[in-house]
């Protein structure tokens, strides 16, 4: 599956669900905060070295992958009803950002 | 660009100017959290009506496509420094939900 | 109970459980972006009409009353650890805010 | 200044700009979205040790005192519009964690 078919199948997902309705951008945007505080709950107590290895830990990794996909669900479907294209979004900001902040030589 | 094409870039992105050292995830979740802060900021006070229209505002619509770019950045290099993969965790998650919350018949 | 009260209770309560050692300020930001984003997720679907009820309504009005609390919590203990008067602060930002929007006349 | 004219002087300054309007609890959890997303931005590259020692770094403590009063004022104002006392929540949340998490003896 890539970014274009995840964005397909989360269309038909919300349609077959009548759930169009509540998927304005304003709204998936507050879901997008909720799912991005479930992560920031996730890793508010671990030191940075544990941070490190949370996708590693048997006990947490289970909800650092589902608190990841959700904000990624949440992401990609934003994106949709606004019409963004993310992935050019993302390198035309990367393009600004290599201006911005000189590599070291 | 893909999604792998993103990864990679914003690795080396990060090499370059010695910024590995930052990007343990829980920074990268803070990071994360305030890029989505400021996504939130920027529909706080719309109608559901105007939010639908936000990235077709020429006012508004650089900085949604702006922030929408940076979520998606740290999303993926979170993704990348935890070893996950965002688009098989999303499948995962989808196949759930399509159990979860059966569609209408 | 007033906020000076609140937050002498409140480092009683970590002191006793010796939790003083995961308070810090960068962890507590973390725990306020998570109870802020649990209160996102109760209003992310509510139409602005619903949401103007919602501490009205029986099913809802727990959660609501919950999760601000929690926001209060954490952001009362995160002021105490930084040593900020949360108090003063809104008193000279609510200053400078009444000369940056000056009020209809 | 204490919490309660804190709201009452926030109920002002929103009435005397016509803003009332806009103070939907939907909107208001937004903007406390938006405002944490800044002050978790403050804190994301800092260490921990940074983090305990932020308000009386010269540089960075206007900033964080600033976003700490944005984050107070949009709970006040929140709480106000939802008729819900945030200092009995909180006491009453502060009981039920008492014997949520027993303390040590």
Redesign the interface.
């Given at each position: 599956?890539?970014?274009a078919e995840?964005r397909d199948?989360?269309r038909v997902?919300a349609a077959?669900?009548?759930w169009e309705q509540?998927h304005?951008?304003?709204?998936l945007?507050?879901?997008?905060?909720?799912?991005?505080?479930?992560?920031?709950?996730l890793?508010?107590?671990?030191?940075?070295e544990e941070?490190?290895a949370?996708?590693?830990d048997p006990e947490l990794s289970p909800d650092?992958?589902?608190e990841?996909?959700?904000?990624?669900?949440y992401?990609?479907r934003?994106?949709d009803?606004?019409?963004?294209d993310?992935?050019?979004?993302?390198?035309?900001?990367?393009e600004r950002?290599?201006h911005r902040?000189p590599?070291?030589s």
């Open positions: 599956m890539d970014l995840l199948r989360l997902f077959d669900r009548d509540y304005t951008p304003k709204n945007v507050m879901a997008l905060s909720g799912e991005v505080g479930e992560l920031a709950a890793f508010q107590w671990l030191t940075p941070s490190a949370a996708a590693r650092v992958l589902d990841l996909a959700d904000v990624t669900i992401l990609v934003l994106a009803v606004l019409g963004v993310l992935l050019a979004a993302s390198e035309a900001k990367i950002n290599e902040f590599r070291k």
